[in-house]
C-alpha cells in the first residue's frame, strides 16, 4: 500500500512523525500519532488513510475497511486511497467489493502498477482466471522486469492449468537469480518438477530454509515426490509426499461425512421423485461430468468439447452455491423435500443463466465438478433431462494419485491413507444409491 503526506502544519508534522514510527516497527506509537490527528480532525483523509493501512497491516480488516472508506468516501478522486482500500478488501476477501475501486483506479491511473496488480489478485480470489491473468500481464507492461509480478502471474496460469506457461516463468526468474526460493517453491507447485537437470538439487535446497511458508514446503515435498517417482525410486518418493500430506493434513470428520451421505440417501427417495414428477427445467444443455478427483474429469470434458456443439466451463461452483440458497444446511433436506416446482424452475433458471456467461452458442455445457456427486438428487429436481457422466477409476489407482497430488484445503480427507480409502467407500454407497 502507498501512502502520502498532507501540505505543510501540524498535522503533517504528527503524520510524519507516525510513518517514520510504523517504518521503525513502533506499530502502538504510530497508530497515537494517526489517532491525534483524527481527534482533532475525524474526517481527516490522509490520516484515515494511514490508521486503515496500519490496521490492515494488523490484520484489523473491519477497523481498515471502516477508515480507508471513509477516506475515499472524503476524496473520491484520490486513486491512491482507493487502491489501499482495494488491497484491503482482497485481503479481508471481500474481492467482489475490491474490483470498482481497482477498476476506477485503472481507469483514472491507467499507468499506476499497484491497481492493476490488485486487480489480477482480486479477479484470482474469485476464480475469475482469465480476468486475473489480463490485469497481471497489463501490469507487466509497466514494469516488465518486476519478479514480485510475473509471481502472482505465473500461481494466476496455474489456477488455469496453464501449467507449462507458469513453469516457463518460473524459470526464466531462475536463470537470473538460480536461488529465488518463491520462484522455486513455484515451480514445485507447476508440478513441472523433474523436467530439467538441476530441478532435484534445487528443491532439496529450497528445504533447508528455515522461514518457508507451510504451503511452500509442502509443495517441495511434493515436488520431490514426482521427481523420484519419475526416477523409479518409490520408496525415496513415498517418504517425500507423506510428509507433504503432513504438513497439509488439515480437519476433516468421517462421521460427519457419513451422516450426510445417510441424510442424502434418506432424503432423495424414489417417493420424493414420484411426487416431484414433472419439476424443473426440461433444458438438456447442461452436462454433469462428476466422479473422484484424479478419476479422469479432465480427460472426459476435453473429449465431449472436441464435439463442434459442446463447450466446456470447468469446475464450476455455481450448483453448490444454490444448493446453499435454498436455507441454513440443518434445514436443508427438510426444505427440499418440500421444495415447489416454482422454485426449482428458478434456481434451474439462475444456473442456466450462469452457463450463458460462458457461451450463448454452445447447445450443451459440461460442469465438470468432481464433487458435484453429492448434489445429483438436487441436480435432477432442476434439471429431469440433464445429462450425467460418472467418472470411475480403479479405487486404488484412484486414492493413491488423490494422495500423491496437491489438492486445496477442501479436500481434508485427501491427505491420510486411512481416511482416504474410507471416504472411497461413502462415495461409492452414495453412487450405488443414485
Known amino acids: 500500500m502507498r501512502r502520502s503526506f498532507p501540505g505543510a502544519g501540524k498535522a503533517f508534522e504528527i503524520l510524519k512523525r507516525g510513518f517514520s514510527l510504523e517504518l521503525s516497527g513502533k506499530l502502538k506509537e504510530a497508530e497515537y500519532h494517526y489517532q491525534l490527528v483524527l481527534r482533532d480532525n475525524p474526517d481527516h483523509p490522509e490520516a484515515l488513510n494511514f490508521l486503515g493501512t496500519l490496521a490492515s497491516k494488523a490484520k484489523n480488516h473491519g477497523i481498515a475497511i471502516e477508515c480507508l472508506s471513509k477516506a475515499v468516501a472524503a476524496q473520491p478522486k484520490n486513486m491512491m486511497f482507493r487502491n489501499n482500500l482495494g488491497y484491503c478488501l482482497n485481503a479481508a476477501k471481500k474481492a467482489r467489493e475490491a474490483l470498482p475501486h481497482f477498476r476506477k483506479a485503472t481507469e483514472s491511473g491507467p499507468t499506476m502498477l499497484e491497481p492493476w496488480v490488485g486487480l489480477g489478485q482480486a479477479h484470482r480470489l474469485l476464480g475469475e482466471g482469465e480476468d486475473a491473468e489480463k490485469a497481471l500481464r497489463r501490469a507487466l507492461t509497466i514494469a516488465p522486469d518486476l519478479q514480485r509480478v510475473k509471481l502472482i502471474l505465473a500461481e494466476v496460469l496455474i489456477d488455469q492449468g496453464k501449467i507449462k506457461e507458469a513453469a516457463t516463468i518460473f524459470r526464466g526468474i531462475l536463470a537470473k537469480d538460480p536461488r529465488n526460493i518463491a520462484a522455486i517453491t513455484g515451480l514445485a507447485s507447476a508440478r513441472e518438477a523433474g523436467n530439467e537437470d538441476g530441478d532435484l538439487e534445487r ?21 520431490l515426490g514426482q521427481i523420484y517417482d519419475q526416477r523409479k525410486k518409490p520408496k525415496e518418493a513415498f517418504r517425500h509426499f507423506i510428509q507433504a500430506n503432513e504438513v497439509e493434513k488439515g480437519e476433516f470428520s468421517l462421521k460427519n461425512f457419513r451422516d450426510q451421505i445417510d441424510e442424502l440417501i434418506a432424503t432423495f427417495t424414489p417417493f420424493l421423485f414420484m411426487k416431484k414428477s414433472g419439476f424443473g427445467d426440461t433444458s438438456e444443455r447442461p452436462i454433469f461430468v462428476v466422479g473422484m478427483p484424479r ?53 434451474a433458471r439462475r444456473y442456466l443463466a450462469e452457463l450463458d456467461r460462458h457461451s450463448r452458442s454452445a447447445a450443451r455445457l459440461v460442469d465438470k465438478m ?58 461409492r454407497r452414495l453412487m450405488d444409491h443414485w
Open 370 to 427: 468432481p464433487h458435484n456427486f453429492m448434489n445429483l438428487g438436487f441436480i435432477a429436481l432442476m434439471f429431469p433431462k440433464a445429462r450425467i457422466v460418472h467418472c470411475r477409476r480403479d479405487a486404488i489407482d484412484n486414492c493413491v494419485s488423490i494422495y500423491t497430488h496437491r489438492l486445496n484445503q477442501s479436500h481434508g480427507y485427501s491427505t491420510n491413507l486411512k481416511t482416504l480409502g474410507l471416504y472411497y467407500r461413502e462415495y
Open 295 to 347: 478419476s479422469g474429469t479432465t480427460l472426459t470434458e476435453q473429449i465431449l468439447s472436441s464435439h463442434p456443439l459442446i463447450e466446456g466451463a470447468g469446475e464450476l461452483p455455481h450448483i453448490q452455491k444454490l444448493r446453499a440458497s435454498i436455507g441454513h444446511a440443518s434445514q436443508w433436506h427438510t426444505l427440499i423435500s418440500g421444495i415447489a416446482d416454482s422454485q426449482c424452475k428458478e434456481l
Open 203 to 223: 528443491f532439496e535446497f529450497a528445504l533447508q530454509e528455515g522461514t518457508l511458508a507451510e504451503d511452500a514446503r509442502a509443495a517441495l515435498h511434493s515436488a
